[in-house]
Structure formats: structure tokens, C-alpha cells
């Protein structure tokens, strides 16, 4: 998160005189075909339905990166359920369709919204997600041992609980104003998303076909900077020794080429060794493996699903 923090306040400095570029209002967005809204206190959480036909063997929510929505997750959330397993992909707070935070909203944990998702659907589920989204995932099953039974785990990168100083900077108006210029600009050129899609799957062939607008279109939503900056603010820090106790079948998937994760992050996940821990390795696709190949990622987690599955119906 550090590095991204520095990134975003590093190109503020750059594109701060191109504050023209964009127009004042937002493009209308609409959801997809199987979405829902989850409402709690102050927001107005996004979320997918994915159901296979016939009996469900288990349902597993799974949670995007940075910057992402639920579209990253599309691809292998299909492969699960074609497998007989639910899928809910959620957008969390400030990304995608969801709610962008203001200060003056009760401000909640994200691990908490999620954990009131689960319960608001009901049942026990398999917990995933995507860098950020892995970290946020990682927590919840840590906080919440009687709704998750299973974590599937895609480059997962943790955060640190910021200090009052930084949290208090994170709010202030020269940094929410900074992110909502640079993510509002930068959202807008397209050869700027096409760089970062290169980038995180490392693959500029891949790239070039990319439809840039399954990126940019919940990125252009107004205050989704500055909301980005409020979230950072009250991130939660992840507890590595409650991680390695936790007793549930557990796959991280990381990437050979990955050039955006934080190798100290994973490793420090992996290094807690939980008991029911799988760790495989993708020779291609870089950070969004996922995305890059469903099919290798499916193939590279649902033995840890499948486990998680006959624990619950033990």
C-alpha cells in the first residue's frame, strides 16, 4: 500500500496541471445481468451471483485488487461454477459499483461488510481474493472462524494498520484531492490503463486486445479517488501468527513474472505456515494470473476447494 500511496501522490505532482482534461460530470455505469446491492449502515455494497445448474456443492465469495472490480474474477468464477459451485464476487468499498466513502459516513472495516455479506446470504463459505482483495480475505477468515472454511488466495498482499499520523494524513483534503485528480485523468487515457494492463499481467501481446474499459469504467465513477484515500486511512493490519494458526485448507497462487506483488508479503503469509497450506506457482499471467488463465487457476485451487468442501460436509 505504501508504494502505491507514493505512486498515486508521485503522479499527482505530474498530470496536477492537466486538471482541465476531464469533464465535471461521471458517464452513467450500470451493473451486470446477475447483480445485487447489500446494504449496510452506509453502504451500498455490489455484488455477482454466479449459480451452477443442478445440486451446489459449496459457495465461495471472492474479492477483487486494487483498482479492480468484480470483472477480474469473471473467468474462473465461471470455471467454478461449471464445477457445481455458487460464486459471489463482490465489489468492495470504493471500487466498482460499491459505495465510494466520505468522511462523513460511519466508517466500517471492510473485513466487516464482508463478514455481513456472508451472513446476509447465510452458510458457510470459501473466502478468495486477488492481491489487496487476498489480504482483506485473509482477515476475514481470521476474525470469522465459523463463516469461513476454506481461503483461496491470488498473489495476496497484506496491509499494515496506518499510524494516527498517517491516517490523519490519508483524510486530509491536499491528499483526497491528489487521488481524485489522478485516478479521475488517468482513467480517461486509455493508453495509460493498456500500460498498467501490461504491466500487471506481463504480457504486452495480451495487452493490446484488452477491452480497457472492464478497468476504466468503475475508475471514472466521481470520488473514487479520494474515497481511495479515505479507505486508506482506516485499512486493517493483518495478524501473520492468527494467519498461521488458522486450521482450514488454504492455496496461495502466485506468479513467476508477477512485477506488482510484494514478495515480502506473500512470503510472509507462506512463512507463518499454516497447517492445510498448498502454494503453486504460475509461469505466466504475472499478477492477474487469474484473469490471464482461468483454467490454470481453477486447475491450481480447486483440490484446496474441494477439501474445504468435504470439511463442511463432515
Not at 183 to 203: C, Q, T
Not at 242 to 262: K, M, Q, Y
Request: aromatic share 10%; glycine share 8%.
Amino acid at each position: 500500500m505504501k508504494k502505491i500511496i507514493a505512486l498515486i501522490l508521485s503522479l499527482a505532482l505530474v498530470f496536477s496541471f492537466s486538471a482541465f482534461a476531464f469533464a465535471a460530470g461521471d458517464e452513467e455505469t450500470l451493473p451486470f445481468d446477475n447483480s445485487s446491492f447489500f446494504t449496510d449502515a452506509d453502504y451500498n455494497i455490489h455484488y455477482r451471483t454466479f449459480t451452477p445448474n443442478g445440486e451446489i456443492k459449496n459457495q465461495i465469495m471472492l474479492l477483487h485488487g486494487f483498482g479492480l472490480s468484480t470483472v477480474s474474477f469473471e473467468g474462473i468464477a465461471g470455471e467454478y461454477m461449471n464445477a457445481g459451485y455458487k460464486v459471489v464476487l463482490v465489489d468492495l468499498p470504493n471500487f466498482g459499483y460499491s459505495t465510494r466513502e466520505t468522511l462523513k459516513m460511519n466508517l466500517l472495516d471492510r473485513e466487516e461488510i464482508v463478514a455481513d455479506l456472508m451472513k446476509e446470504l447465510g452458510g458457510k463459505w470459501i473466502a478468495g481474493g486477488h492481491s489487496m482483495g487476498g489480504g482483506v480475505a485473509a482477515n476475514v477468515a481470521i476474525e470469522n472462524p465459523d463463516l469461513v472454511t476454506g481461503l483461496v488466495l491470488f498473489a495476496p498482499q497484506t496491509s499494515v494498520e496506518p499510524t494516527p499520523f498517517m491516517s490523519k494524513l490519508m483524510k486530509s483534503f491536499f491528499v483526497r484531492t491528489m487521488f481524485e485528480l489522478v485516478i479521475r485523468l488517468g482513467s480517461r487515457i486509455d493508453a495509460a490503463i493498456e500500460m498498467l494492463v501490461a504491466y500487471s499481467f506481463s504480457d504486452a501481446g495480451y495487452a493490446k486486445n484488452y477491452d480497457v474499459s472492464r478497468i476504466s469504467d468503475p475508475l471514472k465513477i466521481k470520488s473514487t479517488g479520494s474515497s481511495i484515500a479515505i479507505m486508506s486511512s482506516h485499512a486493517k493490519g493483518t495478524d501473520y501468527e492468527a494467519f498461521g494458526n488458522l486450521e482450514i485448507p488454504i492455496v496461495i497462487v502466485t506468479a513467476s513474472n508477477d512485477l506488482v506483488a510484494s514478495k515480502e508479503s506473500i512470503d510472509k503469509l507462506i512463512d507463518s505456515s499454516p497447517k492445510n497450506l498448498t502454494v503453486y506457482n504460475c509461469e505466466k499471467g504475472g499478477h492477474m494470473m487469474m484473469e490471464y488463465n482461468p483454467l490454470e487457476a481453477f486447475n491450481a485451487t480447486i483440490g484446496t476447494i474441494e477439501n474445504a468442501s468435504a470439511s463442511l460436509a463432515a
